[in-house]
């Protein structure tokens, strides 16, 4: 398995047997700062601010360029959870999930033009909404076996 793949409680036996075959005593639960690093997807975020930046400075004021910017953050967001599973090697549906839902955050917040237009919009809260996101992200530990 990857590195990326975020380890929990009940997917740590899943995790060691999937790789070396040993018991599952030796991998420790990931601890909150290792699924910080692995649930926010920075190459993402990286490329689609590149992306973005790059086509707003050749074509922002292009009549085109709605349509665009609104093709970059639908290919972000649905190339996320793509990229993390065929790239990165990463199963566990929360961690797609979760790390999925943290693009949607990030562009919010950077209030990009499709999602600035929408009328409900509002910078302030996307901005505030980010920090917590992204701090109480880690705390997603998986989907239990009992509830």
Do not use: C, H
Request: net charge neutral; glycine share 8%; no cysteine.
């Amino acid at each position: 398995m990857a590195m990326r793949l975020v380890v929990t409680l009940r997917n740590r036996e899943a995790v060691t047997t999937g790789s070396t075959g040993g018991p599952a005593a030796d991998v420790l639960p990931d601890t909150y700062r290792e699924r910080l690093i692995k649930y926010v997807p920075v190459e993402v975020i990286v490329l689609f601010v590149a992306a973005y930046g790059a086509t707003y400075a050749v074509l922002g004021t292009g009549p085109f360029f709605p349509r665009i910017a609104l093709w970059i953050v639908l290919v972000g967001i649905i190339g996320t959870p793509l990229y993390l599973w065929k790239a990165e090697q990463v199963t566990d549906l929360v961690q797609l999930i979760v790390s999925t839902l943290g693009v949607v955050v990030w562009v919010f917040a950077l209030g990009v033009l499709p999602i600035s237009d929408l009328p409900w919009y509002n910078q302030v809260v996307a901005a505030l909404v980010l920090p917590v996101y992204v701090f109480a992200s880690p705390l997603a530990v998986g989907i239990p076996d009992r509830w």
